[in-house]
């Protein structure tokens, strides 16, 4: 069985700190995806990263692939209050509709 | 594009009673899947389909049975509800022409209260 394991599971900082959440697992996937989700909302998609040691930059965030595709990494660059939300990391298993999620890292940024 | 819709939004059932959670969605995506999030926990599969006719198991399917009849339908039933299937119940919907997997588009959700 493939898991996901996301740490922190629960971080509260100050406006315009630095953070990193981790996404790590033991089996190899075909890519990971993050997402966000804000309170009563369904998770949206932020990134995709599908080779190994691949950086992809969103404005203010940094998502990077492990060069074993077994873990990834979401930086936030002098967070705001508006980053506040549930972040999760899903790894693909080569089926369209099949995702295994991480159990999630709650952010509060508060101003 | 109304996206991916869900009803209801929240939902009281008493222990045993069995209902059918909808989910539909606009944009002729053929992949559809059915989540469970519980606190600490993340985003659970239940049962997905790759097509109208074609469903399978996720990871936590025990209760639940699905049925794709249509490409823009996917609902969810449960059979006999327990309190352990208090949740917030996810529908998504997904395309892709690359290699999956694919950008999963989520409903607003079902808050689920069992007593």
């Known amino acids: 069985t493939q898991l996901l394991e996301q740490s922190p599971q629960f971080l509260s900082i100050q406006e315009g700190e630095n953070l990193t959440v981790y996404c790590n697992s033991s089996s190899v996937f075909s890519s990971l995806q993050w997402y966000r989700q804000e309170p009563g909302e369904g998770p949206v998609l932020l990134v995709t990263v599908v080779t190994g040691g691949e950086v992809k930059k969103l404005k203010r965030l940094t998502f990077q692939f492990g060069d074993a595709r077994k873990d990834s990494s979401l930086h936030i660059t002098a967070a705001q209050p508006g980053d506040t939300g549930l972040y999760l990391c899903a790894g693909g298993d080569n089926q369209g509709g099949k995702l295994i999620f991480g159990q999630g890292t709650e952010l509060s940024v508060k101003p | ?115």
């Open chain 2, 1 to 115: 594009n109304a996206g991916v819709t869900q009803t209801p939004k929240f939902q009281v059932l008493k222990t045993g009673q069995s209902m059918t959670l909808q989910c539909a969605q606009d944009m002729n995506h053929e992949y559809m899947s059915w989540y469970r999030q519980d606190p600490g926990m993340g985003l659970r599969l239940i049962h997905y389909s790759v097509g109208a006719g074609i469903t399978d198991q996720g990871e936590v399917p025990n209760g639940y049975n699905v049925s794709r009849s249509t490409t823009e339908d996917f609902p969810l039933r449960l059979l006999s509800a327990a309190p352990s299937q208090t949740s917030v119940y996810f529908c998504a919907s997904s395309y892709g022409t690359a290699p999956p997997p694919y950008e999963q588009y989520f409903g607003p959700g079902t808050r689920l209260t069992v007593t």
